[in-house]
């Protein structure tokens, strides 16, 4: 059985830091590419970091230079470490799973981030 559980999630000040985690049980870690989305309320979701499977990092035009997504891949664990946050930052937070041959795909319940004074 595949499970996605992010933590970290929580209330901060703007210019405030968190750090957010995803571990990943059921399946081979290093196979898939993996990924953080958020969606605010009335809005899409939308994809914040990703990280394949060879280690390339890409980010949301929004996030870049403020965040930073890494991988663990012998403790099966995806972590996004968020700096000078900002209101518009306030979303749920998702990790996403994709397996890089079968395109299997899998996503966590999600992880409130509000941001506000």
């Known amino acids: 059985q595949v499970q996605l559980v992010e933590s970290g999630g929580g209330l901060v000040q703007p210019g405030g830091s968190l750090r957010l985690s995803c571990a990943a049980s059921g399946i081979i870690f290093s196979i898939y590419h993996m990924g953080w989305y958020r969606q605010a309320p009335g809005k899409q979701r939308e994809l914040v970091a990703h990280?394949?499977?060879?280690?390339?990092?890409s980010y949301a035009d929004s996030v870049k230079g403020r965040f930073t997504i890494s991988r663990d891949n012998a403790n099966n664990t995806l972590y996004l470490q968020m700096n000078s946050l900002k209101p518009e930052d306030t979303a749920v937070y998702y990790c996403?799973?994709?397996?890089?041959?079968?395109?299997?795909?899998?996503w966590g319940q999600g992880t409130q981030v509000t941001v506000s004074s």
């Open positions: 996403n799973a994709v397996q890089i041959f079968t395109r299997a795909t899998y």
């Open positions: 990280m394949s499977s060879g280690g390339s990092r």
